[in-house]
């Protein structure tokens, strides 16, 4: 399998690994590590917008891990899936309890655009992909690339509405349409 | 089972997945999840639907941070008794012997004063009320409640690292969290209840810890998730 898509080898590693850091060996958490720091510090820089805070958020991140490994459940998500949500929500919370830059560059709405130009080229690898992301490029181009950046960027509804330059009530319900939209593309409620 | 949410309430859970709520809608989200189970379902319904995504972040080269993560690891000490009292919560946790399996749990209990407490417990098993309260972070507490002296004794097995403060909260019928102090992150924390509160402290109630600020405690609500929650039970 080409592209960035882990391969089942990796993924299965990935999952030993965690469920030795669930039985306390240290060596295993050193391996998660190894094997994900890169990803995971892409999505804590990602959010955080600060380097710094990002190597501290990481950190956290990794520690969260030794501590949940057990509650982690190969049936129901992938194990990068997994560490990954652990990184993002944790990395949203250090901005909300700090503030975080409340303007976004206009470089970054060039980066919505290229998350949903670059989706094409991993259509072969549409298999392994999940379905949302099928779900979301159904979506209306300003509901998808809202809901977009604030998954990636960790933007909040006020963010969101500065950077589109659109009402507050508007952007709410661009998302909100976009939710439902989702949910029912999804299938699952 | 739980009275299915409204719309409203399900895209407030899908905002509060997303990230996309500040200030007191945030909070207020959050204080929701704490005291409505349907809500909190809901918002993990949510995650479990959007996480995916993660897949398309872009990696990033970290500075070597697993020195950094060791030393911490190792800070956090005796881990070992207490990832086993975890593995035991969290594999026990909705399997109706919850009370049956406590004084198990708190034989298993590190720390000085084990065999105090399940003595308590062993000569007044009608007296007393407990809870174990536990987090996605680690959190893990005990609580013990001594009604004739309305006097809540409140555990601290294993709590994260954080300049702020454990609150303790207790959520009764009506959702809505009522603070009981602050309480130690280590050792045992005798909290008196105050008399309007102790009707409160009853079998199916839930105890939450929230992490808050030290100034202006107890506070008026929670500011953030709770950190480690549980219910009373009666044994």
């Known amino acids: 399998m080409a592209g960035d898509i882990p391969s089942q080898s990796d993924r299965e590693r990935l999952t030993a690994a965690l469920s030795r850091v669930a039985a306390g060996e240290r060596a295993a958490l050193r391996e998660v590590h190894d094997l994900t720091a890169a990803k995971l510090f892409g999505v804590c820089l990602r959010i955080s917008h600060d380097r710094e805070a990002a190597e501290d958020i990481l950190q956290d991140v990794y520690l969260k891990v030794w501590n949940r490994a057990g509650r982690f459940d190969a049936a129901r998500a992938s194990p990068i899936t997994w560490l990954c949500a652990i990184a993002r929500n944790t990395a949203i919370d250090w901005r909300r309890a700090n503030g975080g830059p409340t303007l976004v560059s206009d470089d970054h709405a060039a980066e919505i655009a290229d998350d949903r130009a670059t989706a094409p080229e991993r259509i072969e690898a549409m298999q392994e992909r999940a379905r949302i992301f099928h779900c979301l490029d159904s979506l209306e181009l300003r509901q998808g690339g809202a809901i977009r950046s604030a998954f990636f960027d960790g933007l909040t509804y006020v963010q969101l509405a500065e950077r589109m330059k659109v009402p507050l009530g508007t952007m709410k319900s661009w998302v909100r349409r976009g939710l439902l939209q989702l949910r029912e593309c999804l299938g699952d409620g | 089972m739980a009275e299915p949410l409204t719309r409203e ?10 990230g996309l709520l500040e200030g007191e809608e945030r909070t207020g989200a959050l204080r929701l ?11 993990d319904a949510w995650r479990a639907r959007l996480d995916p995504l993660c897949d398309d972040f872009a990696e990033a080269t970290p500075p070597d941070l697993w020195p950094a993560i060791e030393a911490r690891l190792a800070a956090q000490g005796n881990g070992d008794t207490v990832r086993q009292l975890r593995f035991w919560r969290w594999s026990a946790i909705g399997s109706g012997a919850v009370a049956a399996s406590l004084a198990a749990a708190m034989l298993l209990l590190p720390g000085p004063d084990p065999v105090t407490v399940v003595r308590e417990v062993v000569r007044a098993p009608d007296q007393v009320a407990v809870a174990q309260l536990g987090g996605e972070a680690g959190a893990l507490l005990a609580a013990n409640y001594d009604p004739g002296e309305g006097t809540l004794r409140i555990r601290a ?40 509160l102790r009707a409160l402290i009853i079998d199916g109630a839930t105890l939450a810890i929230t992490m808050e600020p030290v100034a202006g405690a107890p506070h008026a609500a929670p500011s953030s998730a709770p950190v480690a929650a549980g219910k009373i039970s009666k044994i």
């Open chain 2, 157 to 196: 097995i294993d709590m994260p690292q954080s300049e702020l403060a454990p609150e303790l909260w207790v959520i009764p019928a009506d959702g809505v969290p009522r603070s009981l102090g602050l309480v130690g992150a280590s050792g045992t924390t005798r909290v008196a209840v105050p008399a309007r």
């Open chain 2, 9 to 18: 309430q399900d895209m407030l859970a899908a905002e509060l997945a997303l």
């Open chain 2, 33 to 43: 999840v704490l005291a409505d189970p349907a809500f909190a379902a809901a918002v």
